[in-house]
Each structure stands twice: as structure tokens, then as C-alpha cells.
């Protein structure tokens, strides 16, 4: 995991606690009739990608699932380097609504701004779902042990759901009040929305929806330690 391993080269200690399981969804191949190009919000939809589809143009969200697509194969990748927004704008910049449709392979969970977006810009956009993320029902034990003890400096956070998973959990555990001394590190203000719900030592939002963004909040936080 290249989060992982960063921090491990920074020195720090990390507890990988998943909230999210990840299942394919079954179905048929993506219906490629009339698409001008593949539109990727998560690297989870990127197993989802067949043949034909790798030799489309991919738009993807960010920089991994971009170079989780370029991995698998496909010729032509543009990266948004931002949230569903930023995508969309890129798309509305490099492709004309009459080229063709654009195929959004998602999971069964998606949030409003990019369709509503390519949706006034004129375009078609044809929403195939490929996998679905199933919320964790507990923390792992290490997990509850470390939060107890108040020995979790910081939790990376990187979407609206896995905050809103984490916090109830840390209601569930009876948690809730041993934040105090830890901060909250969040991909965006639409993540670190749910972690205000709760009382933390700060709460950090990354000046960009990406990976070094998020890292450079997470230094912010050091330096109130």
C-alpha cells in the first residue's frame, strides 16, 4: 500500500484499519455502442475494465487510479489530479457531447457533482456499476487498543463514507471520548464533515483531494503535537 509504505520511510507507525470491503458486482461487460470514453471515479472499478475498454480514453479521478488503469493496460489515461468536480471539468475541456456517450464504471454508491455536471455541459453519461464497498461492522482489536490508550496521534481519512463508517464505529466501541489527543486528517471538507460529529485534538483538511496533499496536513498536525 503506498500510503503505508510513505509513512513507514517518514518513520512513522501505521495501523491499516479497513471500513470498506471491496465485492465485485457481476454482470455483463461495459456496453461500449456509441461511448467516446471511460470515466473512472475509483481505482476499485479498474479490474472492471475489459479489452475494448482499455483502448478508450480513460478520464480518471486522481493520480492512482490513473496509474492503476495505465497498469491494466489502457493506451490513453488523463488524470483530473482532484475530486468529481475537477473531472468533470477536464472532460468538458477535452471532449465535445456530439463524439459520443461516457461510461461511468462506479460503485453502487456515487455522489451528485460529476453527473449533474457533465449533465449541463450536455453530455451523455451511462453509469455502469462494478463493485460495491461494504462498511466494516468493528475495528480491528489493535485498533480499539491503540484509541483507548490514546496512542493514535492521527487518522488518514479519504472519503465522505469511510468518515462517516469510522465514526460510528468509535461510537460503537465506546470511543468517543479519547479523540482528544488525536487529529483527524482528512482528504477533503466533504470527509472531515462527519469527523466534526465528534471531539478530536484538530481535524486537517488537505488543500487538494490528493495523496501529497494529504500528507502535507498530515505534517500540519505534527507540528501541533
Known sequence: MELARELERRGDTALIEPLLAIEPVGGPAPDLAGVQAVVLTSINAVPALDVPAKALPVFAVGDA???????????VVVSARGAAT????????????EDGALLHL?????????AEE?????????RQVVYRAVAADALA???????????????????PRSAR????????HGLADRLTAT?????SAAVAAPCRELVWQAIHVAARPELGALLEALEA????W
Open 106 to 114: 462506479s460503485g453502487e454508491e456515487v455522489r451528485p457533482e460529476l
Open 165 to 172: 463508517i469510522f465514526v460510528d464505529l468509535i461510537r460503537r
Open 86 to 97: 475537477d473531472l468533470a471539468r477536464l472532460i468538458v475541456a477535452r471532449c465535445r457531447p
Open 141 to 159: 482489536p489493535a485498533t480499539v487498543e491503540a484509541l483507548a490508550a490514546r496512542q493514535v496521534d492521527a487518522v488518514l481519512l479519504f472519503s
Open 65 to 75: 487510479t490513473a496509474a492503476a488503469a495505465r497498469e491494466a493496460g489502457c493506451a
Open 118 to 126: 457533465l449533465t449541463a455541459a450536455g453530455f451523455e453519461l451511462r
Open 183 to 187: 487529529a483527524a486528517v482528512c482528504l
Open 221 to 224: 498536525a505534527r507540528r501541533r
